[in-house]
């Protein structure tokens, strides 16, 4: 597999406008655009940096992914994001490896990407998304 770079960041928190306020206002970043994405009950907000992204993710409903991952951790970090070339070849290799996946197929992420996440217990405690852009 062939991971290019960290596309971004994930980080949960109770409200974009509210947590924003420190990337834009301390460190100087840009809320470039906010998406909601109905299938995994999120909203998110990115932040450009460089080749990377910060994303600001808040939940739609309170049965969300994002919700729970509140609920139970407080805010913070939520996944690590790995650009790769070509993730249907990516998915592929992993369960040839008897890589445990949380999604079996590509689902439709924000921007228009395609995203799996592989299962924390394969990664040491980190949820690790794949996206193709
Ligand atoms: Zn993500």
Same mark, same amino acid.
């Given at each position: 597999?062939?991971? +290019?770079?960290?596309?971004?960041? @994930?980080?949960?928190?109770?409200?974009?406008?509210? *947590?924003?306020?420190?990337?834009?206002?301390?460190? @100087?970043? +840009?809320?470039? +655009?906010?998406?909601?994405? *109905?299938? &995994?009950?999120?909203?998110?907000?990115?932040?450009?940096?460089?080749? $990377?992204?910060?994303?600001?993710?808040? $939940?739609?409903?309170?049965?969300?992914?994002?919700?729970?991952?509140?609920?139970?951790?407080?805010?913070?970090?939520?996944?690590?994001?790995? /650009?790769?070339?070509?993730?249907?070849?990516?998915? /592929?290799?992993?369960? &040839?490896?008897?890589?445990?996946?949380?999604?079996?197929?590509?689902?439709?992420? *924000?921007?228009?990407?395609?995203?799996?996440?592989?299962?924390?217990?394969?990664?040491?405690?980190?949820?690790?998304?794949?996206?193709?852009?």
């Amino acid at each position: 597999m062939k991971v +290019k770079h960290i596309d971004h960041i @994930g980080i949960a928190v109770r409200s974009i406008e509210e *947590a924003g306020k420190f990337y834009t206002d301390v460190l @100087g970043l +840009k809320l470039q +655009k906010v998406e909601t994405v *109905a299938e &995994q009950k999120v909203k998110t907000g990115f932040f450009p940096i460089t080749d $990377s992204e910060l994303e600001l993710l808040e $939940s739609t409903a309170p049965d969300g992914p994002v919700a729970k991952f509140v609920e139970a951790r407080g805010e913070g970090v939520q996944h690590i994001a790995f /650009r790769v070339e070509n993730i249907d070849d990516a998915l /592929r290799e992993l369960k &040839q490896r008897g890589v445990r996946l949380i999604d079996q197929e590509p689902r439709k992420g *924000a921007g228009g990407s395609r995203i799996a996440f592989i299962h924390p217990k394969e990664t040491h405690g980190v949820l690790v998304e794949l996206c193709e852009k």
